[in-house]
């Protein structure tokens, strides 16, 4: 059964970072191309960012290249996004998913508020 926690949100002022963690198991992470995605309330899901399975050619969404870095450690099964100079629209549940992240697993999520 696939499962996966995030954690590593919370409070923070504009301008500030967190780092964002995804622990998975239950499948063969090492080999699974992973997504970061997020829905601020009353929206819809967005896409963050993705990372193939060898953890090269990241991308990002436009709101947050630059300021988001997607990264994984496969032999830990653990994905992580630092998140860098946060912004109020940033406010979300922040979930990892497994490809396709429209309809593929996701854990129960992770709140990020950004706020002065």
């Known amino acids: 059964e696939v499962h996966l926690v995030e954690s590593g949100g919370g409070l923070v002022q504009p301008g500030g970072s967190l780092r964002l963690s995804c622990a998975a198991s239950?499948?063969?992470?090492?080999?699974?191309?992973m997504n970061w995605v997020r829905q601020a309330p009353g929206k819809g899901l967005e896409w963050v960012s993705s990372i193939r399975s060898s953890g090269r050619d990241p991308s990002y969404a436009d709101s947050v290249k630059g300021r988001f870095t997607v990264s994984r450690d496969n032999a830990k099964n653990t994905l992580y996004l630092q998140l860098n100079n946060l912004k109020t629209e940033d406010t979300a549940m922040y979930y990892c998913?497994?490809?396709?992240?429209?309809?593929?697993?996701r854990g129960q999520g992770t709140q990020v508020t950004v706020s002065s």
């Open positions: 998913a497994r490809t396709p992240w429209q309809t593929g697993p």
């Open positions: 239950g499948f063969a992470f090492s080999i699974v191309p």
